[in-house]
């Protein structure tokens, strides 16, 4: 079983800001992940044209892998600094405009429309702001919430579902005395308790 000093700790919002603006993102992929490759097929199941989710999305490059194929791509992350670094590291222009439900959060968003990435908290989010999504790219988000609050987490993201969409999940699998994390290490038997 997971040892308390990983299921006890926490990483405020305020401390990933701080990594993007030190350049401790040794978790950014500059050429993209290569399970989104091997496993897209099973992502996007023959259908073209998807909403696709990128929880806790930081500046993957993968968005744009997937807007670049036709699909419509919409992202979270609390570092603002990471939204303008995708849209810089791309060539992309985008606007900026607030999200009316929260206060604080801000939605950018790419001028051809096809990636909406929105600055705030995940659990700001509802389908009431975000609408559902055929599928969801979770790398670096589920083993990067804080133990505590995986429960809540997965609860959202059943709610930003719909009915026949796939969801791949990137883990990482290691000894969780050895490194307190992020990302931390989510045993396969508590990621099928967590998603039922
Ligand atoms: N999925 C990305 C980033 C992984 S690192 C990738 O594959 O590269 C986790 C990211 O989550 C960080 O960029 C951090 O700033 C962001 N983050 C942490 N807590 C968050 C929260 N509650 N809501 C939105 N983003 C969050």
């Known amino acids: ?13 305020e401390e990933w800001l701080q990594k993007w603006a030190a350049g401790n993102t040794g978790f950014h992929k500059e050429h993209g992940h290569p399970l989104l490759q091997k496993y897209l097929d099973v992502l996007l199941n023959g259908r073209s044209g ?16 997937l807007a670049d ?5 919409v992202g979270v992350e609390v570092s603002e600094q990471a939204l303008k670094e995708f849209f810089a590291e791309h060539n992309l222009s985008y606007c900026e405009e607030p999200v009316p439900e929260i206060s604080g959060a801000k939605k950018l968003q790419s001028t051809s429309g096809n990636i909406s990435l929105y600055c705030c908290s995940i659990y700001d989010l509802s389908s009431s702001i975000i609408g559902k999504f055929d599928g969801v790219w979770d790398r670096g988000a589920l ?14 993201m059943t709610t930003l579902m719909e009915k026949n969409s796939s969801y791949l ?6 000894d969780p005395n050895k490194h307190k994390g992020p990302p931390f290490y989510v045993p396969e038997s508590e990621i099928k308790s967590l998603f039922g």
């Open 1 to 13: 079983s997971e040892p308390g000093r990983q299921r006890d700790r926490v990483v405020t919002e």
């Open 69 to 73: 194929m036709g699909h419509s791509v």
């Open 50 to 65: 998807l909403r696709i989710f990128f929880p806790l999305c930081g500046k993957a490059v993968e968005m744009k892998w």
């Open 143 to 156: 083993v990067a919430v804080n133990p505590r609050d995986r429960q809540r987490y997965v609860n959202l």
């Open 169 to 174: 999940l990137v883990t990482v699998s290691y």
